[in-house]
């Protein structure tokens, strides 16, 4: 069926590429397990095919993954887009916003991971992450003063607290241009960042608490 989309598209898939933001905005929750694991697998293919805006599906995608929540489907979620992120971080790369969105996402969750029963799925999160902010670190340093929080959150994690210290005492070793702590704070964080870690369905009912109700 994929083939046969590519095939007989005239639009690069923009089209179904809309119809698969909606779906997953407004009904994911509702969606079955084999119909989510086809959702990632054709995220998976579009982003190996370099469909245009996919970055945009895979945003959406992670705005799924809800902080504090370790039921056994939002930690699939989380770790199906780990895998999927690890293996096209040459793809990742092209995207700074969607790095950053990634980078800020996993930070959060990472938290939330510490039981020993997922230390593996938390090992592979924090290398990554890790890997991401020493090697992009200017991509990263769009987050802002939020991005403090974060690392303070899980600054006893080794390769966190290692990372901390080279904020604090050895700056130039993640850019050559950073300046340090201060530099971060100075830069405030931006609304699309916080809405991330909002799923689709709690935003819902927010808007209805703050404007339905007043």
């Given at each position: 069926h994929y083939r046969h989309l590519t095939l007989m598209s005239k639009d690069g898939l923009h089209f179904v590429l809309?119809?698969?933001n909606k779906l997953v905005l407004e009904k994911f929750l509702k969606l079955k397990?084999?119909?989510?694991?086809?959702?990632?697998?054709?995220?998976?293919?579009?982003?190996?095919?370099?469909?245009?805006?996919?970055?945009?599906?895979?945003?959406?995608?992670?705005?799924?993954?809800?902080?504090?929540?370790?039921?056994?489907?939002?930690?699939?979620?989380?770790?199906?887009?780990?895998?999927?992120?690890?293996?096209?971080?040459?793809?990742?790369?092209?995207?700074?916003?969607?790095?950053?969105?990634?980078?800020?996402?996993?930070?959060?969750?990472i938290e939330d991971h510490a039981h020993v029963n997922l230390s593996s799925l938390r090992n592979k999160e924090v290398n990554f992450v890790v890997g991401l902010i020493r090697d992009r670190f200017n991509d990263v340093l769009v987050i802002g003063r939020d991005l403090v929080r974060l690392l303070q959150n899980i600054a006893r994690i080794p390769e966190i607290e290692e990372l901390w210290n080279d904020i604090l005492y050895n700056p130039t070793n993640l850019a050559p241009t950073f300046t340090g702590l201060v530099q971060i704070m100075s830069t405030r964080t931006s609304r699309r960042f916080l809405q991330s870690r909002i799923t689709p369905d709690m935003e819902k009912k927010l808007v209805f608490l703050t404007v339905f109700l007043m």
């Open positions: 809309q119809e698969l397990e084999s119909v989510r694991t086809q959702v990632l697998w054709f995220t998976k293919e579009m982003i190996k095919n370099q469909v245009q805006n996919i970055d945009g599906l895979c945003w959406v995608l992670m705005r799924q993954i809800a902080g504090g929540d370790v039921n056994q489907k939002n930690l699939w979620l989380a770790d199906s887009l780990m895998d999927i992120f690890m293996e096209s971080r040459s793809w990742l790369e092209k995207y700074p916003f969607l790095l950053a969105s990634v980078v800020y996402t996993y930070l959060r969750v």
